[in-house]
C-alpha cells in the first residue's frame, strides 16, 4: 500500500479516534437540564475509546496497520515490526487527525449555551490539579507508562502470526477500554499522545505545560512493550512489515 495512502488513512483513524473518544466526554458524559442523569458517565466514554479503535481496526486496519497512536507507532517500530523510516509520517498524520477532531469538536460543542471550554477541560489530560483525581505527577506518569506498555502487549500479542485471526481487532478494543475504566480517574487517560495534542491545543495554559508527560510517559511504556513482547514470545524481527495484520 503506498504510504500516501497509509498516511491518510491514519489521519482518518486518528480523527475518528478523538471526534468519538473525547466527544464523548465532552458533549455525553453528563447531562443538566431535563436531560440530567441521562449521560454515559466514564464507563461509557471508556467503552467509546475502546469502540473508536475496534471499528477503525476492521475498516482501516489492512491499509495502514491502524496505529492511531505515535506511541503504537514507536513500539512496533522497537519490536521489529514497522519501518523506521516511516515512523516520523504516521506520526506526523497521526497528530494531524487528532488536531482536526479536536477541531470538529469543538464546532459542535460550542453551539452549546454557555459552554467553557478551557473550563470544562476538553477532554484533556493532566497531574496534580489537573487530574481528574488528584493524582501526583509520579502516580500520573507511572500509570501512563504501565498502561501504554500493556496496550501495546496486547497489540503485539493479539497481531502475532500465530494468534486466532480475525480477532484482534476486540482485543485491542477491549484493552483499550479496560485501560480508561482504571485510569480516567488519574490521568483522564492518554495513553496516546495525539490525542493528548489535540485537546491540549484548544485548551493551551496548564494543559499545554503537562502536555510533555503525556508524550514521554506513554513512549516509555511503548518501548518496554517492544523490547520485552519479541523477547518473551521469541518473534522473530522482521522489518519490512510496514503494519500488524487484522
Same mark, same amino acid.
Given at each position: 500500500m503506498q504510504l500516501s495512502k497509509r498516511l491518510t488513512a491514519e489521519l482518518f483513524g486518528t480523527f475518528w479516534l478523538v471526534l468519538g473518544g473525547c466527544g464523548s466526554a465532552v458533549l455525553a458524559a453528563n447531562f443538566s437540564g431535563?436531560?440530567?442523569?441521562?449521560?454515559?458517565?466514564?464507563?461509557?466514554?471508556?467503552?467509546?475509546? #475502546?469502540?473508536?479503535?475496534? +471499528?477503525?481496526?476492521?475498516?482501516?486496519?489492512?491499509?495502514?496497520?491502524?496505529?492511531?497512536?505515535?506511541?503504537?507507532?514507536?513500539?512496533? +517500530?522497537?519490536?521489529?515490526?514497522?519501518?523506521?523510516?516511516?515512523?516520523?509520517?504516521?506520526?506526523?498524520?497521526?497528530?494531524?487527525? *487528532?488536531?482536526?477532531?479536536?477541531?470538529?469538536? *469543538?464546532?459542535?460543542?460550542?453551539?452549546?449555551? #454557555?459552554?467553557?471550554?478551557?473550563?470544562?477541560?476538553? *477532554?484533556?489530560?493532566?497531574?496534580?490539579?489537573?487530574s481528574p483525581g488528584h493524582y501526583s505527577l509520579v502516580a500520573a506518569f507511572i500509570c501512563e507508562v504501565v498502561m501504554t506498555a500493556f496496550f501495546l502487549f496486547v497489540i503485539l500479542g493479539a497481531t502475532?502470526?500465530?494468534?486466532?485471526?480475525?480477532?484482534?481487532?476486540?482485543?485491542?478494543?477491549?484493552?483499550? +477500554?479496560?485501560?480508561?475504566?482504571?485510569?480516567?480517574?488519574? +490521568?483522564?487517560?492518554?495513553?496516546?499522545?495525539?490525542?493528548?495534542t489535540g485537546p491540549a491545543l484548544f485548551v493551551g495554559g496548564a494543559a499545554m505545560d503537562q502536555l510533555w508527560m503525556f508524550w514521554v510517559a506513554p513512549i516509555v511504556g511503548a518501548v518496554i512493550a517492544g523490547v520485552v513482547y519479541p523477547l518473551l514470545a521469541a518473534e522473530r524481527r522482521i522489518t519490512q512489515v510496514s503494519a500488524p495484520s487484522f
Open positions: 431535563p436531560l440530567h442523569g441521562l449521560g454515559i458517565g466514564f464507563v461509557g466514554v471508556s467503552l467509546a475509546f #475502546g469502540l473508536t479503535v475496534l +471499528t477503525m481496526a476492521y475498516a482501516i486496519g489492512h491499509i495502514s496497520g491502524c496505529h492511531l497512536n505515535p506511541a503504537v507507532s514507536v513500539g512496533l +517500530t522497537v519490536a521489529g515490526r514497522f519501518p523506521a523510516r516511516d515512523l516520523l509520517p504516521y506520526i506526523v498524520a497521526q497528530v494531524v487527525g *487528532a488536531v482536526l477532531g479536536a477541531v470538529v469538536l *469543538a464546532m459542535i460543542a460550542s453551539g452549546k449555551p #454557555g459552554f467553557d471550554l478551557v473550563a470544562g477541560g476538553f *477532554a484533556s489530560n493532566g497531574y496534580g490539579d489537573r502475532d502470526k500465530r494468534a486466532p485471526a480475525g480477532f484482534a481487532p476486540i482485543a485491542i478494543g477491549l484493552c483499550l +477500554t479496560l485501560i480508561h475504566l482504571i485510569s480516567i480517574p488519574v +490521568t483522564n487517560t492518554s495513553v496516546n499522545p495525539a490525542r493528548s
